[in-house]
Nanobody
Framework: QVQLVESGGGLVQAGESLRLSCAASGTIFGIKSMGWYRQAPGKQRELVATLSDGGVTNYAESVKGRFTISRDLAGNTVYLQMNNLKPEDTAVYYC??????????????WGQGTQVTVSS
């Protein structure tokens, strides 16, 4: 079982910054990728940014140049640095883990979500 603990959300004004963290723990044999998704009220969950174990990043067009995804040296914590936040970034942000929970079993897990609210 993999647990994901997110932190760092909050209320900020447009133009300000926030840093989200997501720590993965439990039975982890290897990580294929970790990433951030978000869901605004009345909208579908959408990809924000992902980072593969090989270091390949993928960003939504709407956040390119403003958000940066990274992982710590141990590899089990992923961060999302969000700069120049806009009101349209307001959403619940979810961390997603994709990795091996045994030598041959791949699982994906979601965090509980953290609210980011950007006021204009």
């Amino acid at each position: 079982q993999v647990q994901l603990v997110e932190s760092g959300g909050g209320l900020v004004q447009a133009g300000e910054s926030l840093r989200l963290s997501c720590a993965a723990s439990g039975t982890i044999f290897g990580i294929k990728s970790m990433g951030w998704y978000r869901q605004a009220p009345g909208k579908q969950r959408e990809l924000v940014a992902t980072l593969s174990d090989g270091g390949v990043t993928n960003y939504a067009e709407s956040v390119k140049g403003r958000f940066t995804i990274s992982r710590d040296l141990a590899g089990n914590t992923v961060y999302l640095q969000m700069n120049n936040l806009k009101p349209e970034d307001t959403a619940v942000y979810y961390c997603k883990f994709l990795g091996y929970v045994s030598a041959i079993t791949v699982r994906s897990n979601w965090g509980q979500g953290t609210q980011v609210t950007v006021s204009s």
